[in-house]
């Protein structure tokens, strides 16, 4: 219960801003008064304020008002109380930890995570958190920076390389980022490193040309690592909104994305997201951000990121 406590803490802190939109509105307008429609009607509008989503909205709203006919729910303070058992009953039990390599007849295999996103997403910010998490767990790790083609980007891998003491395989800037995959899975096998972590191209769900290069890069890993992928994580960015919905959808298509890392929760008012995304999408959320140090990541536990929504700032 102790280590719940403090996940939940961790997570509360990363949510300030949800909670001040979301939880504080929610308590001023429900303390004190008595469940009736117009209270409903605000009830609505803050979760939508919240990015949850509108159909998540609206099953919640439809709960609320079913128990008030029926008598079961008359106080507005006991409303967030009921909104916490609703979400929760929401996510359904789910493999949410990181998929690993087994060896291959006997030999060890580098377990190979393509890391995919738009630009300005956290993807790099993103790609770092993963290896400090992959290091602290014990593991050795090898970085591919296949992001060619933004300016800088392959700098700004290197300069977190250096921060995290992990070896990094990188091309010329506008080379093929295929090819820089490649080389890197050669390296990867060469070194035995535990884990390779590929920073792919940024690139929009909406450019069919670049979502196929990156259906490229995830080939060349698989022909030149039996298995490989074994993740492929998206990172969106919590402060999209519902366009984060439509990134998951494009790049599940070309990509066959695993898992979701949320980034930039603290940035935002909206963090419902993670909620939203959960009624859009059945690909689990595996990760949140919850700032710009390696050490901002916490493993995604639906219950533990409820009730840090809703705690209560005391």
């Known amino acids: 219960m102790a280590v719940f406590k403090n996940v939940v803490s961790r997570i509360s802190k990363g949510l300030r801003r949800t909670r001040e939109a979301l939880t504080g509105s929610l308590r001023s307008v429900l303390a004190g008064r008595a469940l009736d429609e117009d209270l409903i009607k605000e009830i609505e509008a803050r979760l939508i304020q919240a990015d949850v989503g509108v159909k998540t909205t609206r099953k919640l709203v439809d709960s609320i008002r079913t128990d008030w006919k029926a008598g079961t729910l008359t ?3 006991d409303v967030i109380d009921h909104l916490k058992l609703q979400l929760k009953a929401m996510w ?17 295999t580098p377990t190979v995570i393509l890391v995919a996103g738009i630009n300005g997403s956290g993807k790099t910010t993103s790609v770092a958190k993963l290896a400090n998490l992959m290091r602290k767990s014990g593991r050795t790790v090898l970085l591919g920076a296949c992001d060619t083609f933004r300016a ?73 690592i039996p298995g490989a992928p074994h993740e492929v994580i998206l990172v969106l960015d919590a402060t999209s ?32 997201a993670a909620i939203a995304v959960r009624e859009s999408t059945e690909i689990p959320v595996k990760f949140i951000g919850l700032g710009e140090t390696p050490d901002d990541i916490e493993l995604f536990d639906p219950e533990a990121f409820i009730e840090a929504m809703f705690a209560d700032e005391g």
């Open 152 to 224: 800088g980007a392959v700098k700004q891998l290197e300069i977190w390389s250096d921060r995290l003491d992990v070896d990094i395989v990188r091309g010329q800037e506008g080379g093929d980022p295929a090819a820089v995959a490649f080389d890197a899975c050669d390296a990867a096998v060469a070194r035995g490193v535990d884990v390779l972590i590929i920073d792919t191209a940024g690139r929009l769900h909406t450019q069919d040309p670049l979502m196929r290069q990156l259906t490229k890069i995830r080939d060349v890993v698989a022909r030149r």
């Open 92 to 108: 359904p039990d789910a493999d949410r930890s990181l998929q690993f390599a087994t060896p291959e007849n006997g030999e060890k």
């Open 241 to 272: 909104g519902q366009n984060a919905l439509r990134q998951a959808e494009e790049f599940t298509r070309a990509i066959d994305v695993t898992g979701l890392m949320l980034a930039k929760l603290d940035g935002t008012a909206r963090g419902g």
């Open 75 to 77: 106080r507005g303070d």
